[in-house]
Protein backbone atom coordinates (compact mmCIF):
# COMPACT_ATOMS: atom_id res chain seq x y z
CA UNK A 1 0.00 0.00 0.00
CA UNK A 2 1.85 3.02 -0.94
CA UNK A 3 0.92 6.29 1.62
CA UNK A 4 1.28 9.92 0.25
CA UNK A 5 2.09 12.93 2.85
CA UNK A 6 2.05 16.40 1.40
CA UNK A 7 3.25 19.64 2.83
CA UNK A 8 3.98 23.09 2.62
CA UNK A 9 0.62 24.37 2.57
CA UNK A 10 -0.20 27.96 3.92
CA UNK A 11 -1.23 31.55 3.11
CA UNK A 12 0.63 34.00 1.27
CA UNK A 13 -0.78 37.65 -0.51
CA UNK A 14 -1.19 37.99 -4.02
CA UNK A 15 2.44 37.28 -5.64
CA UNK A 16 3.85 35.12 -3.23
CA UNK A 17 5.30 32.20 -3.16
CA UNK A 18 4.76 28.76 -1.86
CA UNK A 19 6.87 25.05 -1.73
CA UNK A 20 4.39 21.77 -1.46
CA UNK A 21 6.45 18.59 -0.76
CA UNK A 22 4.85 15.16 -0.82
CA UNK A 23 6.40 12.19 0.33
CA UNK A 24 5.36 8.63 -1.16
CA UNK A 25 6.53 5.53 0.45
CA UNK A 26 5.32 1.88 0.85
CA UNK A 27 7.25 0.09 -1.71
CA UNK A 28 9.19 0.35 -4.66
CA UNK A 29 7.32 2.19 -7.17
CA UNK A 30 10.12 3.60 -9.48
CA UNK A 31 7.86 3.84 -12.73
CA UNK A 32 5.38 6.02 -11.57
CA UNK A 33 3.32 8.80 -12.69
CA UNK A 34 3.32 11.62 -10.05
CA UNK A 35 1.10 14.93 -9.83
CA UNK A 36 -0.80 17.61 -8.35
CA UNK A 37 -3.94 17.89 -8.47
CA UNK A 38 -6.52 21.07 -6.34
CA UNK A 39 -9.59 21.63 -6.27
CA UNK A 40 -11.39 25.10 -4.98
CA UNK A 41 -14.14 25.45 -3.19
CA UNK A 42 -16.95 24.83 -5.45
CA UNK A 43 -15.02 23.52 -8.19
CA UNK A 44 -14.17 20.43 -9.94
CA UNK A 45 -10.72 18.95 -9.35
CA UNK A 46 -8.10 20.02 -12.08
CA UNK A 47 -4.59 18.40 -12.75
CA UNK A 48 -2.08 20.99 -12.16
CA UNK A 49 1.31 19.56 -12.37
CA UNK A 50 3.08 15.80 -13.42
CA UNK A 51 6.15 14.61 -13.92
CA UNK A 52 6.94 11.20 -15.01
CA UNK A 53 9.55 8.51 -14.02
CA UNK A 54 12.09 10.53 -15.86
CA UNK A 55 11.90 13.76 -14.04
CA UNK A 56 9.82 15.20 -17.19
CA UNK A 57 7.42 18.14 -16.47
CA UNK A 58 4.15 18.55 -17.93
CA UNK A 59 1.58 21.52 -16.83
CA UNK A 60 -1.53 22.86 -16.98
CA UNK A 61 -1.64 26.20 -18.91
CA UNK A 62 -3.22 27.92 -16.17
CA UNK A 63 -0.33 27.48 -14.41
CA UNK A 64 2.93 26.98 -16.61
CA UNK A 65 5.60 29.52 -16.10
CA UNK A 66 4.35 29.89 -12.78
CA UNK A 67 4.86 26.82 -11.25
CA UNK A 68 7.58 24.29 -11.19
CA UNK A 69 7.14 20.54 -10.50
CA UNK A 70 10.35 18.03 -9.95
CA UNK A 71 10.51 15.12 -8.38
CA UNK A 72 13.56 13.08 -6.46
CA UNK A 73 13.74 9.08 -7.48
CA UNK A 74 16.10 8.62 -4.73
CA UNK A 75 18.11 5.07 -5.63
CA UNK A 76 18.33 3.70 -2.00
CA UNK A 77 15.44 4.34 -0.16
CA UNK A 78 11.65 3.35 -0.63
CA UNK A 79 10.81 6.82 -0.90
CA UNK A 80 9.97 9.03 -3.50
CA UNK A 81 9.99 13.00 -2.88
CA UNK A 82 7.99 15.29 -5.42
CA UNK A 83 7.66 18.80 -4.98
CA UNK A 84 6.28 21.78 -6.72
CA UNK A 85 7.26 25.26 -6.37
CA UNK A 86 4.72 28.32 -6.82
CA UNK A 87 5.09 31.25 -7.83
CA UNK A 88 3.27 34.44 -8.87
CA UNK A 89 0.51 33.28 -6.99
CA UNK A 90 -3.01 34.39 -7.68
CA UNK A 91 -6.22 34.65 -5.47
CA UNK A 92 -7.22 31.90 -8.01
CA UNK A 93 -5.04 29.48 -6.90
CA UNK A 94 -6.63 29.41 -3.45
CA UNK A 95 -7.62 24.88 -3.20
CA UNK A 96 -6.68 22.32 -1.39
CA UNK A 97 -3.81 20.31 -3.35
CA UNK A 98 -3.15 16.93 -3.74
CA UNK A 99 -0.33 14.45 -4.46
CA UNK A 100 -0.73 11.63 -6.35
CA UNK A 101 0.55 8.74 -7.74
CA UNK A 102 -0.33 5.81 -10.09
CA UNK A 103 2.35 3.07 -10.91
CA UNK A 104 2.56 3.91 -14.74
CA UNK A 105 5.53 4.70 -17.13
CA UNK A 106 4.87 7.30 -19.19
CA UNK A 107 5.37 10.34 -21.53
CA UNK A 108 4.67 13.62 -19.52
CA UNK A 109 1.76 14.38 -21.20
CA UNK A 110 0.29 11.23 -20.87
CA UNK A 111 0.80 11.46 -16.74
CA UNK A 112 -1.35 15.11 -17.28
CA UNK A 113 -3.89 13.35 -18.50
CA UNK A 114 -4.18 9.38 -16.93
CA UNK A 115 -6.15 8.32 -14.02
CA UNK A 116 -4.51 8.20 -10.80
CA UNK A 117 -4.40 4.96 -7.74
CA UNK A 118 -3.36 6.71 -5.46
CA UNK A 119 -4.23 9.70 -3.08
CA UNK A 120 -2.62 12.19 -0.05
CA UNK A 121 -5.11 13.56 1.91
CA UNK A 122 -4.35 17.23 0.58
CA UNK A 123 -2.98 20.38 2.03
CA UNK A 124 -4.46 23.62 1.98
CA UNK A 125 -3.07 26.68 -0.13
CA UNK A 126 -4.85 29.92 0.19
CA UNK A 127 -3.78 33.36 -1.45
CA UNK A 128 -5.32 36.66 -0.41
CA UNK A 129 -5.84 39.81 -2.94
Known amino acids: QVQLAESGGGSVQSGGSLRLSCTASGYSIRSSCMAWFRQGLGKEREVVAAVNYDGIPSYAKSVEGRFTISRDNAENTLNLVMNLEMNSLKPEDTAIYYC???????????????????WGQGTQVTVSS
Open 100 to 118: VLTPRYSTPEECLRTTYTY
